[in-house]
């Protein structure tokens, strides 16, 4: 048991930081260069020196970059046509085409965004270089648009996943052990010896529940500070307003571990039924994806999701150090939510012999 | 023969009778090509949005609009001073802050230039980085807009097609990726455990002795787990087809050849798994360490493969849905025939009769 319960969080932690990353470093780019001038190979070498883009391939057919694409072989193609240089001068405007593949919509929209500024850089550039006179006797109004990510300025996305690590770790821990655990009695019969015993139901469970509360607050602790450790995650807020929110969203937690052993008869129908709860739950909490962007019905039931408010609060205590005053809706949320559903749990065992 | 087809039915029955085994069977599927599809989303709509408007005129108040009447953006409220603008991050739900400066139409009209400040939370950094993206874009719409009798000099403008996919559907990732790992939980995790717990209560034995063959009692194991498989296959392609619109731009009897190739090669992944373990909770968690999680992560099913660390890059290599997914993407959305996927088709095909030959020899040396 003890070596489980610190292997888990390092693996966890060192392979899902790792592999569950939706940052966009290495998207790869073929080239169809058939302008050859010196503007577009600056535009070539601004794009190689984007961190995020890396040069894959150059051709010259746009045909050969299509059949790359469709073997995977790259993400996105950029191809200057040519006269791409002479129209830029002296029509002031010149084309180029950017295909992307856009299986995955996510990083299709990103690679867009990242393209567009690269682009709007380099328009930037050479209109600062040779553009200067082209202004002559015209009055041009700008606006400066300056900006700012707080909270992340690296927009380093493992800051951004470890506190939902985190939630599935804690989780995890709950509701597995402490479904398994009952379970476990009931298939060995040994739950009927306790069951005979003249000890009260409450008392029966409490002494099941706290063990695992005590050991996911642990697991929560152990894994916090690797995170600090490992990944430099910020921690902003209060860890002991964190803690408590942890305790209650437990409380939670333990209850549907309670409610599922009451509901199956083998460790095997607890571990299904288990995977479903927590893949459906942990999808929609909102992990990897904002919650605004999902359709409408889905918020609505997020409400009853208690993953979604810890993913929420955990966020917010260690990336934007929000106080109580910011997040007492949660509290009371999750509060309301751990007595429903412990009295739920309790009201279901039956301690019969 | 009718011995054979008696077990099967039998098998079939004691999957049919546990409504926590069906959940997992057509409850999963469903559930996660819904979520997938509909929930899984990082598109910019409805970002609540703050403005700190030090100006107050007639630009600002039209840049304002511009921004939301774009249909992204929401004004979830207007603040009036800086200060304020950690205290509404800190509530949550305030996801970027657009300020302008004071004197605004004054200093664009009288010096030429005038300054407008983003800030974005970028505690979730890719939607503060969208967010960023658009909003630019916007307000450099509105500076052409009143330039227009001025012709921007030394303009490069981008055409961008998004190809196969050109309304970014989320389904189009997720369904290819839902169809593996859904078989891949079918037939190796429920066959694997099926046939340990067999084991487990020496129920096996009897089995041995009956007059049933070995090979017979595999294969009446493993056949009602083919037949449940291919059903799920068939529903996740039809959920795709019919609520997310998802084509079948190859050829389907294509897809389908593949998709059973793969059942099979799960199906000998779970046969081997089963002769490795003795008990149905070691047969569940070498699935779930040695299948569930790297179908979900190192197969390209959510996260893409070429933003890991070199090592886990290596790894995805022997996962076997990896090149399955890849086989799915290309015959259902780039529509490509047999040819650009033999390889990704010969490496599936090496893996089965490596798994089959595994378990064969470690079946015997039981039997023996």
Redesign the interface.
Known sequence: MLPIMFVVPVVQLI??V?????????I?LYVVDNDLSETSVK?ISAFSGSPFFVLKNAGFSMEEAKSA????ETDAILHIPVNFEKM??SR???????????????????T??????V??G??KE??KE??SN??IN????????????????Q???K??MVPGILVILVSMIGLFLTALNIVREKEAGTIEQINVTPILKYQLLTGKLVPFWIIALIELGFGLALGKILFHIPVEGSVLLLFSFAGLFLLVVLGIGLLIST??NT???V???V??FM??FI??SGI???E????FW?QKVNLLNPFAYFM?VI??IL?????FK??YKEFAAISVYGIIILSLAVWRYRKVA | MKYFIGFVKKEFLHIIR?F??L??LF??PV??IL??G???????????VAILDNSKDEVTME?TNKILSSGFFILKENINKSADIEKI????KI?EVIIFEPGFARK??KY???????????????????V??Y???I??D??KE??VQ?????????????????????A??FVPGTMAMILMLVSAMMTS?SIV?EKEFGTMETLLVSPLKPLHIILGKVTPYVLLSFVNAVTIILLGYFVFGLPVRGSIFLLLAESILFITLALSLGILISTFSRS??VA?FISIFTLMLPTI??SGF???I????VI?QWISYIVPPRYFI?II??IM??G?DFM?IWVETSVILGMTLLFITLSVVKFKARLE
Not at chain 1, 138 to 153: F, M
Not at chain 2, 150 to 170: D, T, W
Not at chain 2, 306 to 309: A, D, F, L, Q, V
């Open positions: 392979i899902l790792h592999a569950a990353t939706m940052e966009m470093k290495h790869e535009l694409m469709l073997e995977n830029l001068y002031n405007r010149a084309d180029i085409q950017i295909l992307i593949d856009a299986i995955n919509g996510m990083k299709a929209g990103l867009n965004a990242y393209m567009s500024a682009l709007s380099f328009n050479i209109l040779k553009g082209r202004f015209v009055h041009i109004k700008k606006i400066q648009i300056d900006y700012a990510y707080w909270y992340n300025p927009l380093n996305f800051f951004y509901m199956a460790q095997q129908q571990m299904f039924m995977f479903f893949i459906t999808l929609m990897f994806t904002p605004e962007s999902m359709p889905a929420r966020r917010m990336l934007k150090g929000s106080g910011e997040v | 546990d926590r085994t959940l997992l409850g999963l559930i996660m979520v997938f509909y929930v899984i989303r990082n598109e910019i709509v409805d970002v609540k840049i991050f800190k509530t949550g996801k664009l009209e030429g230039s005038a300054d407008v400040q983003l800030i974005a939370d970028a505690s979730d950094p890719n939607s503060a980085s969208l960023v993206n909003t630019q874009a307000i450099a509105y500076i009143i330039n001025v012709k921007q000099p030394l303009q490069i403008i981008p055409e961008v097609r998004m190809m196969y996919n050109p309304e970014l559907k989320s189009f990732m455990i717990r149905q909770q569940m992560l190192l959510i996260f893409p070429e933003n890991m660390p886990l890849i993407r290309n959305l780039k490509t650009h």
